[in-house]
């Protein structure tokens, strides 16, 4: 592995410039969201503390981590508005690692990924449109 890594890294185009990445996330986080949106999203965050095999649950700055990740998903996606599939698509990978599972959870194997699902099946979106 040492050989196989010793070598130098090559040259890489630039894609995007610094004022170009800041343009953009500044467009992002210009998405709307709408208030069922953000309930949503603390009901999502605050399942996570009420979670039998979770010890500390998201944080707030977890929902406003998962809210900025869904506005930018939308903003790529084309959309101007966070939709609660751009919730749903990034809540294991925001929420999951944020969780301190109790020590049985953990002794069983779980992952805080694992929770992040069934907190996703167990909460439903309660906005115009929801199923």
């Known amino acids: 592995m040492l050989d196989a890594y010793d070598r130098p890294v090559p040259d890489v185009d630039q894609v995007l410039n610094p ?12 998405t709307h969201v709408a208030p069922e949106i953000k309930d949503y999203v603390v009901s999502l965050v605050g399942a996570t ?12 700055r977890a ?24 919730l749903r698509a990034l809540a294991r990978p925001v929420l999951g690692h944020r969780l301190l599972l109790t020590p ?16 996703l099946r167990a909460v439903p979106y309660r906005g115009p449109g929801s199923r």
Do not use: N, Q, Y
């Open 19 to 30: 004022a170009t990445i800041l343009a953009l996330r500044a467009r992002a986080a210009g």
């Open 49 to 60: 503390r009420d979670h039998p095999r979770i010890r500390l649950g998201a944080s707030p």
């Open 63 to 86: 929902a406003l981590g998962l809210m900025r990740a869904a506005k930018a998903r939308a903003f790529w996606a084309g959309r101007e508005f966070v939709l609660p599939d751009d």
């Open 104 to 119: 049985e959870a953990e002794l069983e194997g779980h992952a805080g990924v694992e929770v992040v699902d069934e907190v």
